[in-house]
């Protein structure tokens, strides 16, 4: 098991990787932002004040005006861990750059319109022992799956490292492998980021994300293709994970861009699920 180094370490210092969506994605400006994330909470599913901490999310990615809220309902069962959470191991699928594997980033820093989040340098060198794990710049320059996630873990958090992994054509068990090295306990927190369907009418991703949705919840990991879910191949890993250790998922919101601020000719679909 890989460990991590403390928050504000080494990598806090050094090359840093600029925010690439904001003002698009999300409000450019830390005001407007903060306003942002506070207004997608409260459109969130809270959950029960006994709900246990999760080890990991899956939250979705799209501009926070069609997915924040259900990105939030996720954030805000971590909530309670603010303090305990010292480390983020953040998977989301490359939408721009091919990825034989996993890439994580050469850079010591993420940076967006809310501060600098740096980069748990000693875990990322660990990590390229692994196989398939090589460090690409380019698959996280522009990448928003993961960037998009940062503002929400900014203020939920107090002070974290981020060990990044832009995912491309990786196996569920190359991502499981992954995954179980960085585990960690409860100071470390495991995302996916992966919205779902994409471009259907209303009624039919409502079905289709209904259905892929119990396969998450039913840790079915070979019953989420590739159109099910864009960040399908993290998302395998991660509940290949879940299978051989035993642990439960739980669905915390399920909604479409035609809930939220789109039409309903073609929407996407989004899902926030807790593992523990």
């Known amino acids: 098991m890989i460990a991590g180094a403390g928050p504000g370490g080494s990598g806090a210092r050094g090359r840093v990787r600029p925010p690439a969506v904001a003002g698009t994605f999300y409000p450019g400006a830390a005001e407007a932002l903060e306003s942002a994330v506070r207004e997608a909470f409260a459109d969130a599913v809270i959950p029960p004040a006994v709900a ?11 501009g926070y005006v069609y997915s924040g809220a259900i990105a939030a309902s996720a954030y805000a069962r971590i909530i309670p861990a603010r303090s305990t959470i010292r480390r983020v191991v953040l998977l989301g699928p490359s939408h721009r ?26 875990a990322r060198n660990a990590v390229l022992e692994l ?46 492998a992954v995954l179980e090295a960085c585990w960690g306990g409860p100071e470390t927190l495991v995302v996916i980021s992966t919205d779902l369907s994409h471009y259907h009418r209303y009624d039919d991703a409502t079905r289709l994300d209904a259905r892929t949705a119990a396969a998450i919840v039913a840790r079915r990991f070979d019953a989420v293709g590739d159109r099910d879910a864009c960040g399908a191949h993290p998302l395998r890993g991660l509940l290949q994970v879940a299978s051989e250790r035993g642990l439960s998922v739980e669905q915390l919101d399920l909604r479409n861009s035609g809930d939220t601020a789109g039409d309903r000719h073609r929407v996407v679909g989004y899902g926030a699920f807790a593992v523990s």
Do not use: M, N
């Open 52 to 62: 246990a901490v999760p080890k990991a999310l899956v939250v979705p990615h799209a």
């Open 97 to 122: 750059v091919y990825v034989r594997g996993l890439a994580v980033p050469g850079v010591d820093a993420f940076r967006t319109p809310l501060g600098v989040v740096p980069i748990d340098v000693d």
């Open 131 to 176: 196989p398939g794990v090589q460090v690409d710049d380019r698959a996280h320059a522009d990448e928003h799956s993961l960037e998009v996630q940062l503002p929400f873990l900014q203020r939920v958090l107090d002070d974290f490292t981020l060990l990044p992994f832009s995912v491309g054509d990786a196996t569920a068990g190359e991502v499981a």
